[in-house]
């Protein structure tokens, strides 16, 4: 199988589906993993420029963790992810280029005061991507159609309301821990996401009842046969 990761930040990832990419690399699947924006906004007290080199880096150590080292930077100016010609074309080209089975993309559904619209622009960029990557009449993209069979939405710090998907990662939690610390940036500038993430899917295993440690997925695409 082939798996192509979004997300809108470098830590998103970790935070997120880390057990979950873990667990694809570990079975043999192809997974790469593509960052939607430059990482420049995640600290106050860095220069920009200096922390997207950072940032950059600790995303490459973390995606080692997790087993893969296909990844891709589009650098779009972090805090200002727009959805538009150039957003929506980069990503249906990496779509045909990579050729998934399977997408996941960060969730958009987070009430107003809650969101990130970096997050909400990227899950739409993804899914309309996928969408229209499957059609001869959008060249921008590529000349090779491709139509994905799946995507799933995943969560990062606010939950799904109505998740449908769930991967239990009890076995490898520690595994999430390592990649999610690689973020060392983003742990010293927001110490509690870490935790903040853990006990996400700490509530998901408990509700689940699946496993200690869980990550919760919406299916936005999926196929039986």
């Known amino acids: 199988m082939r798996v192509l990761v979004f997300a809108a930040h470098q830590d998103d990832e970790s935070i997120g589906m880390a057990g979950t990419i873990y667990k694809h690399t570990q079975r043999g699947d192809e997974v790469k993993v593509v960052f939607?924006?430059?990482?420049?906004?995640?600290a106050l007290d860095v220069d920009p420029k200096e922390l997207s080199r950072?940032?950059?880096?600790?995303?490459?150590?973390?995606?080692?963790?997790l087993g893969t080292d296909d990844l891709e930077f589009f650098r779009f100016k972090d805090g200002f992810l727009l959805y538009d010609y150039d957003t929506l074309v980069k990503t249906g080209r990496v779509i045909r280029s990579f050729r998934p089975d399977r997408v996941y993309v960060q969730h958009?559904?987070?009430?107003?005061?809650?969101?990130?619209?970096?997050?909400?622009?990227?899950?739409?960029?993804?899914?309309?991507?996928?969408?229209?990557?499957?059609y001869r009449n959008y060249p921008e993209f590529g000349k090779e159609i491709w139509r994905t069979s799946e995507l799933y939405a995943y969560e990062v710090l606010y939950p799904l309301p109505e998740p449908n998907a769930f991967v239990d990662i009890t076995d490898i939690i520690e595994v999430k821990k390592k990649a999610i610390r690689q973020h060392r940036s983003q742990m010293a500038a927001q110490p509690y996401w870490e935790q903040t993430?853990?006990?996400?899917?700490?509530?998901?295993?408990?509700?689940?009842?699946l496993g200690e440690y869980v990550e919760a997925f919406k299916a936005v695409k999926t196929r039986l046969f």
């Open 36 to 42: 939607m924006t430059d990482g420049s906004g995640g």
């Open 54 to 65: 950072t940032r950059e880096k600790e995303a490459i150590d973390a995606c080692k963790v």
């Open 108 to 134: 958009a559904e987070a009430p107003r005061g809650e969101d990130n619209l970096d997050h909400i622009n990227t899950y739409y960029l993804v899914r309309e991507a996928v969408f229209k990557t499957q």
């Open 197 to 209: 993430g853990l006990a996400l899917n700490r509530w998901r295993g408990l509700f689940t009842g």
